[in-house]
């Protein structure tokens, strides 16, 4: 509000910020010089902040007042906030009076109750207001609607007839003459809302087709079509383009359809535009435009585009041949020099795939750059950003229902997808025109029972036969690797609830499986048909299976068609009385540490038994000749977590002396399942383990002062099982219900995090080894640590060393003269040394000398004793190393 001051006084102006933000601007200071009100002026002219007649100054001085009698002055003259017909004084006035055909059709709401001339109630029946004319330009009837634009009371009328092209029969044609741009009026206002059906083929932003008109052309040779309603002055329409061979609308097929349109400029905002529309000479095509909403009508024009394509050209930034497609990223550009791409990594270069399961990758794909998948097909399902996306064709070979999925426990890497399908048949099987074609998508299921890797991703939806569908699979974010494409049809129920038991004591595998209505089951092993089954029965017997992983294929049969297999591991892992077993149950990943410990448990001269069973499942685990077993549980996230059965089963054996090592990446420190274990891995759980990150790459070893000491294997690297995502476990010592004796014998080399304990658990309980990081992995001599946790665990099992065959002195791998002579040449005339000192030791004495010669010859050629174990072709260790000798390398044995 203005300000009086005075003059010769000194203002003082204080001006602060908001916040704590200053700056510069400028101040503005305006004056007025304060006189009288003038009360009609619009203006404070005496500065009191009160204009007018809202100026007490002004009270009782023309044309304040009253309001009445001066009700169509435009002034507020009483002051009241009401202005002439809406201020009660006025009521009654001449004015403000809806009642004579002047005011009835003069634009003003007269008697200000929100309605105007004949929309007004009052002034039904006076002057036009009435039933609509048509063709008087005035809305008599009060809908909004004016002459030919009130279809429901004047299409029909003489001013408005019904508009000569609004059937398909009577549509208006377009001559077309070569290549070149043609237009046509657009005229909806006569057309009714005819009663061919909307369009079954994708269409973007489509609405009702209302009050539709239809045109006709008949290209004189083949050529490209675009066509669009683009016109600043036109409405909200609706575009569908047909084919019609026989040229009387009965037997027309739908080519492309689009409602809403975003490519061009100078439209009106919800235009409609079709693009790369292959036509034929001589063919009729039939062009359909209507209104997006109910009752909408309008003007405008329609563009009809034509041009003749000509070969792609690959590098000239132009889509030469107008099928949507430029350079590089057209089909026909792929084999060009120019252009490099990967097969299967863009849609136009997609690899087609069949019916069961098809193995894929996207190793080394790129994101593409079509459109995302659109969330409101699946939302909440997981999806991510469909990165590294590779592309797969598919022809559906039945008209069925469909799983579509890319469950499989053999993932590598890629172990998070997304999947989107497309209808490429309904897109032309064009590349350019997916978007719109979508018709299903997943991101994470949970629908199989498994086993699957984590985050699969699987969708259910129609086929038919005959049709093309283009499948696009990326990946949450970047996981990359390979994986399986599964495509199955429902039309035989597909198999489900397959599981398989294994006997360890007969070496029998038991597959059962969930009862359908299935004519019969057939039943393979490692792809060869073992038996064909009743189709009622829900199990199989495989009878005495030699030890080893075989591969289990179901699938039921119904009237010649096979249903969706299903299909299981089973790992037949019979006892005969090792003192070691293997539970090899890690996933697939970049180190395989089950191979790693059976070449080391070999190298230690140790027996042992494999599974890929949990503790809990092989049955054979209670023996009590058992003297050690090993956990290979492996890393993130092909990881295997041990159950509360597992957990159980292991801490019994332990209290019934045998010694367990578990290795294991996230069992302690991520969702740690507490178990009866946890009291004998000597693992501190009253200060949580940390999940840890990637930075474990080296380590340092202790003595643990109770017979395992690594301390002289400090800065051993450490190569990683999932580098980037590896979250190596942190753990520290603690002794568990056992015994006191635990301590930390593996740290990291850089921050000094424990990584690994051992338990010298008292008796009778058999000790244990815990370790966050695979063997493996270990960078240094696996045969040695093997050997080192051998002895801590104890029990024996073997004698430990390298391999060699005695009496092959010159290492060739056999056993002859030429070995007699290289030991005399050796010990006589300056001859080179073998590689292995113990392989020369022919009579095993522990030396080196004549002795062993002629004991070679004498094995040769009189009949003397052949040499002690190992023998010359043997490759096994020395069952009595109480020497000197030693054995660097023996190459027959590597």
Not at 244 to 257: G, I, K, R, S
Not at 486 to 501: E, N, Y
Request: net charge negative; aromatic share 8%; proline share 6%.
């Amino acid at each position: 509000a203005p300000t009086a001051v005075t003059g010769g006084n000194t203002y003082y102006l204080r001006i602060g910020s908001w916040g704590t933000v200053g700056g510069t601007g400028n101040l503005t200071i305006n004056f007025f010089a304060v006189g009288t009100e003038v009360c009609d002026d619009g203006a404070d002219n005496d500065a009191d902040g009160l204009i007018d007649c809202f100026d007490p100054d002004c009270a009782g001085v023309p044309p304040c007042g009253d309001e009445a009698g001066q009700c169509g002055d435009g002034v507020d003259n009483d002051a009241d906030g009401l202005t002439d017909c809406c201020d009660d004084d006025c009521i009654g006035d001449p004015g403000c009076l809806e009642s004579d055909p002047t005011a009835c059709s003069d634009g003003i709401d007269n008697d200000c109750d929100g309605t105007v001339d004949c929309v007004d109630l009052d002034c039904s029946g006076i002057g036009l207001c009435g039933p609509e004319i048509c063709d008087d330009g005035f809305d008599n009837d009060g809908d909004g609607l004016i002459d030919c634009f009130d279809i429901l009371d004047c299409l029909g009328a003489p001013a408005c007839p019904v508009a000569t092209n609004d059937e398909c029969v009577d549509a208006e044609d377009i001559p077309i003459a070569g290549p070149d741009t043609y237009t046509a009026l657009m005229d909806s206002t006569g057309a009714s809302t005819g009663v061919d059906p909307l369009p079954g083929i994708a269409c973007a932003v489509m609405g009702q087709f209302a009050n539709d008109i239809w045109f006709s052309f008949v290209p004189d040779q083949n050529m490209v079509a675009e066509i669009r309603t683009c016109d600043p002055l036109a409405w909200d329409t609706d575009l569908v383009v047909y084919e019609d061979p026989t040229n009387d609308c009965t037997a027309m097929t739908e080519l492309a359809c689009n409602g809403d349109s975003t490519v061009l400029t100078g439209c009106q905002p919800f235009y409609s535009h079709i693009q790369f529309l292959s036509v034929n000479a001589g063919t009729t095509y039939r062009i359909r435009i209507g209104s997006y909403g109910l009752g909408v009508i309008g003007l405008g024009t329609v563009t009809v585009i034509m041009q003749i394509p000509s070969m792609e050209i690959c590098d000239d930034g132009i889509d030469n041949d107008l099928d949507g497609a430029t350079d590089c990223l057209d089909s026909d550009c792929f084999a060009d020099p120019s252009c490099n791409f990967t097969q299967g990594d863009e849609c136009f270069v997609a690899i087609e795939v069949f019916d069961g399961a098809n193995p894929i990758s996207n190793v080394p794909f790129t994101t593409s750059t079509d459109p995302p998948i659109d969330i409101s097909l699946c939302p909440g399902t997981g999806n991510g950003a469909m990165a590294f996306d590779g592309w797969w064709e598919y022809e559906a070979t039945e008209t069925a229902d469909y799983w579509i999925h890319t469950c499989d426990p053999g993932a590598v890497g890629w172990n998070d997808t997304d999947l989107l399908v497309y209808d490429f048949t309904a897109a032309g099987e064009d590349c350019a025109n997916l978007a719109g074609n979508e018709i299903a998508c997943n991101g994470d299921s949970f629908i199989l029972p498994g086993p699957c890797q984590n985050w699969y991703s699987l969708v259910e939806l129609p086929l038919v036969a005959g049709n093309r569908y283009m499948i696009r699979i990326g990946t949450y974010s970047t996981f990359v690797g390979t994986g399986s494409l599964t495509i199955q049809s429902l039309t035989c129920p597909p198999m489900t609830g397959l599981t398989v038991a294994t006997d360890c004591n007969t070496g029998e595998a038991t597959l059962s499986w969930d009862p359908n209505p299935y004519d019969s089951i057939d039943l393979t092993r490692d792809g060869v048909l073992i038996a064909t089954v009743p189709g009622n029965d829900t199990s199989y017997v495989d009878l005495a299976l030699a030890p080893g992983t075989y591969t289990y294929e179901v699938q039921g049969v119904c009237a010649g068609n096979f249903g969706g297999s299903e299909t299981v591991v089973a790992n037949v892992a019979t006892y005969g009385g090792e003192s070691d077993v293997i539970f090899g149950v890690e996933g697939v990943d970049q180190i395989d540490s089950v191979a790693a410990l059976q070449a080391a448990l070999d190298n230690n001269g140790i027996t042992y038994v494999t599974t890929t069973l949990g503790p809990a499942e092989w049955g054979c685990f209670g023996s009590g000749t058992i003297t050690r077993a090993w956990m290979m549980t492996g890393t993130w996230p092909n990881d295997y977590r041990i159950t509360d059965a597992d957990g159980a089963a292991l801490a019994s054996v332990i209290e019934n002396g045998t010694n367990v090592y578990m290795e294991a990446g996230d069992h302690w420190g991520f969702v740690h399942l507490v178990t009866a274990y946890d009291n004998y891995d000597g693992v501190d759980q009253g200060v949580p383990p940390v999940d840890g990150d990637d930075s474990f790459l080296s380590m340092n070893g202790a003595d643990s002062g109770f017979g395992l000491d690594t301390s002289d294997l400090s800065g051993t690297a450490y190569n990683q099982a999932a580098a980037g995502i590896d979250y190596t476990d942190q753990i520290n010592p603690l002794a568990g219900s056992a015994g006191p004796n635990v301590a930390q014998v593996w740290t990291d080399a850089v921050q000094g995090y424990g990584t690994g304990v051992c338990y010298d658990t008292d008796a009778p309980y058999g000790k244990t080894i815990n370790q966050s990081w695979e063997l493996g992995g270990f960078g240094g001599d696996q045969t040695d640590l093997v050997a080192r946790y051998i002895a801590f665990l104890g029990g024996g099992g073997g004698p430990t060393g390298p391999l060699f065959g005695r009496a092959d002195c010159n290492a060739d791998g056999s056993f002859n003269i030429a070995d007699a002579i290289y030991t005399l040449a050796l010990l006589f005339s300056g001859g080179p040394a073998g590689p292995c000192d113990d392989a020369c030791d022919s009579n095993g004495d522990g030396a080196i000398n004549i002795a062993d010669a002629i004991f070679t010859l004498a094995a040769l050629f009189s009949g003397g004793p052949a040499p002690s174990g190992p023998g010359p072709t043997d490759c096994d260790v020395d069952a009595d190393d109480t020497d000197a000798l030693d054995c660097a390398s023996f190459p027959p044995c590597l």
